[in-house]
């Protein structure tokens, strides 16, 4: 399989959830701006949405959109529980917060990262943003990963979402479950892994 990435984007999610289901992958750079490989190639011959993340599978067929790319390495190494078995309650819980987190989070945040954007348009999302990580808190409570005791793939969306808001400068001091999930979640060394290989986490 290859992952075509960019470091820090969206595609964090499905790197964390390959190390974490100890599957061989190989990462592809992609440069966002120009949609172009590290080599040159032009990205959007492999992905037309021009977006990542993207998988291609041994078959050469490609799979896109972040929430059901992780779905699929989950069911790829059932073994490592990174997803609830399918057509049970609890699968229909993680997709609930798989979606919960791209509607509600990635869309809200995403945006802030635009050069154009105006302050007060900024602002406007990261009020929006801010109410759904209060709401994330209160569901943590007494819970050490989103479905609780297990960690799964909508882990490491969250986590990756969280990252954007410390880049972003969210003030999220308050919201105590939260930060100490961050922490738990940035403690795995399959997640420091995946950090360090995007060059945003030095090697130890």
């Given at each position: 399989?290859?992952l ?97 987190i ?25 009020d929006?943003?801010?109410?759904k ?17 297990q ?30 999930y ?21 090697a130890?």
């Open positions: 399989m290859k075509y990435y960019s470091p820090g984007a969206c595609s964090l999610s499905p790197h964390i959830a390959l190390l974490e289901a100890g599957l061989p992958y190989d990462l592809v750079k992609v440069d966002l701006r120009a949609k172009k490989l590290e080599n040159g190639d032009d990205y959007l011959k492999v992905n037309p949405k021009g977006q990542v993340p993207a998988l291609v599978l041994d078959n050469g067929e490609l799979v896109t959109e972040g929430p059901v790319i992780v779905q699929m390495i989950a069911d790829k190494a059932s073994a490592k529980n990174l997803a609830p078995a399918r057509d049970s309650v609890e699968r229909y819980k993680l997709q609930e917060w798989l979606n919960y791209t509607g509600e989070l990635h869309k809200n945040i995403g945006p802030m990262f635009s050069p154009v954007l105006s302050d007060d348009a900024k602002a406007f999302f990261k929006r943003a801010t109410a990580f209060k709401y994330i808190d209160g569901q943590l409570a007494g819970h050490d990963y989103l479905m609780g005791k960690f799964t793939v909508a882990d490491g969306y969250l986590f990756t979402m969280l990252a954007w808001a410390d880049l972003m400068k969210f003030d999220l001091s308050g919201l105590s479950n939260l930060k100490a961050q922490a738990r979640v940035a403690a795995r060394p399959k997640v420091k892994e995946a950090l360090t290989k995007e060059g945003l986490l030095k130890a």
